[in-house]
């Protein structure tokens, strides 16, 4: 099965600040990964879908890139609502679409 | 609009069954694949299973592979996952999601409210 590490697992930052979240995969997954927010007691929410695609909705301060093994999730600058956890999601060939372990992003 | 709403969670002793419910409405329910995503207390999410639209494609986690079962029911617009010879790590809150298809694309675009399972003596 394909793994997703996640880094950092937990983030400091200040609203206004620009902030980037890293995910790796254990093989090529091409551009088969997905970005995922969730706020407490919630459902995740769809933000990224084929690494760079925003879904529809999403304000456009939150942009996906990469290819490959490595992804970044970037949030220009911090709004209060943004202060939650981030997942990373490979869908590349057949399931298990296997999750990172999460990036919670704090107030610093 | 596009509803998932999911029921059947509860309390059960290790070693039990539990068979969870994910009631769609809004979609075409019978044009979709479908997910079954779990998240232990403080924990991640973990992809547990997926069914293809016929229902004749199903794949699962290693970690319950031989013990649950998923299925649906296209008529009644609905998704299940039966869970047998339950553990104290199967404790989670289980979601349901609808898996969007453009080609070559997926992602799980809509999700229930999850429904917790509690597995303890």
């Known amino acids: 099965d394909i793994q997703m590490t996640q880094s950092p697992s937990s983030l400091s930052a200040s609203v206004g600040d620009r902030v980037t979240i890293t995910c790796r995969a254990s093989?090529?997954?091409?551009?088969?990964l997905n970005w995922y927010q969730q706020k407490p007691g919630k459902a995740p929410k769809l933000l990224i879908y084929a690494a760079s695609s925003l879904q529809s909705g999403v304000p456009s301060r939150f942009s996906g890139s990469g290819s490959g093994t490595d992804f970044t999730l970037t949030i220009s600058s911090l709004q209060p609502e943004d202060f939650v956890t981030y997942y990373c999601?490979?869908?590349?060939?057949?399931?298990?679409?296997?999750f990172g372990q999460g990036t919670k992003l704090e107030i610093k | 609009e596009v509803q998932l709403v999911e029921s059947g969670g509860g309390l059960v002793q290790p070693g039990g069954s539990l068979r969870l419910s994910c009631a769609a409405s809004?979609?075409?329910?019978?044009?979709?694949?479908m997910t079954w995503v779990r998240q232990a207390p403080g924990k991640g999410l973990e992809w547990v299973s997926y069914?293809?639209?016929?229902?004749?494609?199903?794949y699962y986690a290693d970690s319950v592979k031989g013990r649950f079962t998923i299925s649906r029911d296209n008529p009644k617009n609905s998704l299940y996952l039966q869970m047998n010879s339950l553990r104290g790590e199967d404790t989670a809150v289980y979601f349901c999601?609808?898996?969007?298809?453009?080609?070559?694309?997926?992602?799980?675009?809509?999700w229930g409210q999850g429904t917790l399972v509690t597995v303890s003596s």
């Open positions: 809004g979609f075409t329910f019978s044009s979709y694949e």
């Open positions: 093989q090529n997954i091409r551009s088969y």
């Open positions: 069914i293809n639209p016929s229902g004749n494609t199903k």
């Open positions: 999601a609808r898996e969007k298809e453009i080609q070559p694309w997926e992602y799980f675009d809509y």
């Open positions: 999601q490979q869908s590349y060939s057949t399931p298990p679409y296997t």
